[in-house]
């Protein structure tokens, strides 16, 4: 055998080895990215879906809405150590992005996990623009009760934890949408109540970030006033036209 | 599910000697203004539509007819003119829509045990497009295990309608008195 073909074959052989020794590795990748395609959304969820944090940020105790631990038919507040800006937009983010991140159980949540909040944006006379991803539509349960609910916990979240929103409208990815998921009517403006009219106060509170029951939550029907009769009420989440 | 419960109301309500028109008869989709247009192009009409959701406790059912604040902000933002803009059609039956509700609603509390006695108010976009007395009614729910749990309910929504039909068809002739 000459010195070249031995060569030849010693490299061949080391490169046989290094491939066995890969290969698992190469395996487990390959599958881990089959198993976790990523959309240009999910990426960018990834970087979005954060908690926000800003230079004016105080840790309160947040006044959140969602799903009842009794009922599904109705919403419950529930306190949330969260930290808050001084910034009013600012601040409406970070109380929806801890209403998608934080619900005390999977149960209880009103907003699809994978939903993402894309802006929000205050107008002058009081409108606050809610723009979320197109997972609020696909993820939310369909039908008027959830789509409500869905609804009513981020009017009234916004409601019992800031002052200056009096009326919502939701976005769908920057546009206009018919419905939330097929029914709930989104092309009005969905009155915010005022802190006056909410539950509690929102407080400073110096602990880190925890989750817990509110101590006496009185069960909100939803939109305090959605699953009640058939009367108009401010805090409830009935669309005002533009 | 929706379709086999729109049969049964429509056996019920024709059995009062009503017309009835389904919006759709089979797997077809459409929109919210093709139903709307149905209903629009008829004379003394009520429309009522029906939806099975997948949350909410099972075996109750509850009626909604569109919020008054639609009206209240409409009426101070339109334009002085006696036509009736699509997209707010409904705001000239809202008082008949809620007193329909009423009547449907109080007819399912009595049939379904945990019902709301009371109907409630939605901005349900098929409502919005109505010029008439309109209603959604939403059965919960699909997260039933045994889906015959909610066949079984069927003959009782389907009575329950016509027999409210049929007392609203009074307060309807009479111009809503």
């Known amino acids: 055998m000459s010195r070249g073909l031995k060569t030849t074959i010693l490299v061949l052989a080391a490169l046989v080895v290094v491939g066995l020794i890969t290969l698992p590795g190469l395996r487990r990748a390959i599958q881990r990215i089959s198993k976790t395609p990523q959309t240009e959304q999910q990426a960018r969820r990834e970087v979005m879906q954060v908690p926000i944090s800003t230079p004016t940020d105080v840790k309160v105790q947040a006044q959140m809405f969602w799903l009842s631990k009794s009922s599904s038919s109705s919403l419950e507040p529930a306190t949330v150590e969260i930290p808050l800006s001084a910034d009013p937009a600012e601040r409406a983010k970070q109380l929806l992005i801890a209403l998608i991140l934080m619900p005390p159980a999977p149960e209880r949540r009103t907003l699809p996990a994978d939903a993402t909040l894309l802006a929000f944006y205050i107008q002058p006379d009081g409108t606050g623009i809610a723009d979320f991803s197109d997972e609020v539509q696909t993820g939310t349960p369909s039908g008027i009760l959830s789509e409500q609910l869905a609804v009513d916990s981020i009017v009234q979240t916004l409601g019992a934890n800031m002052s200056g929103i009096e009326r919502l409208k939701i976005l769908i990815h920057g546009q206009d949408a018919e419905t939330l998921a097929g029914h709930l009517d989104l092309s009005g403006l969905f009155p915010v109540p005022s802190l006056a009219a909410a539950p509690a106060p929102a407080a400073p509170a110096p602990a880190a970030a925890k989750t817990s029951a509110a101590p006496a939550p009185a069960p909100a029907t939803p939109g305090a006033g959605q699953n009640k009769p058939a009367e108009p009420a401010p805090a409830s989440s009935e669309p005002v036209k533009p | ?177």
Do not use: C
């Open chain 2, 1 to 177: 599910m929706v379709l086999s419960f729109a049969r049964l109301v429509r056996i019920s309500l024709e059995g009062q000697g009503l017309r009835v028109i389904l919006t759709r008869q089979a797997n077809e989709d459409p929109s919210f203004d093709d139903r709307s247009k149905v209903a629009n192009g008829q004379r003394g009409v009520i429309f009522i539509t029906l939806h099975v959701s997948s949350t909410g406790q099972p075996g109750t059912v509850r009626v909604y007819s569109e919020p008054a604040a639609l009206a209240q902000s409409a009426t101070a933002a339109a334009p002085r003119t006696s036509l009736v803009s699509w997209d707010r059609a409904q705001i000239g039956s809202l008082d008949l829509s809620r007193r329909l509700a009423e009547l449907i609603q109080i007819q399912m509390a009595q049939r379904f045990r945990g019902s709301p006695e009371t109907p409630l108010l939605a901005p349900v976009r098929q409502l919005r497009t109505i010029a008439a007395p309109a209603v959604a009614i939403e059965v919960s729910s699909v997260s039933l295990p045994d889906r015959r749990l909610l066949d079984q309910m069927a003959p009782a929504i389907a009575d329950a309608v016509a027999r409210a039909v049929a007392a609203f068809r009074l307060i309807y002739e009479s111009g809503g008195k």
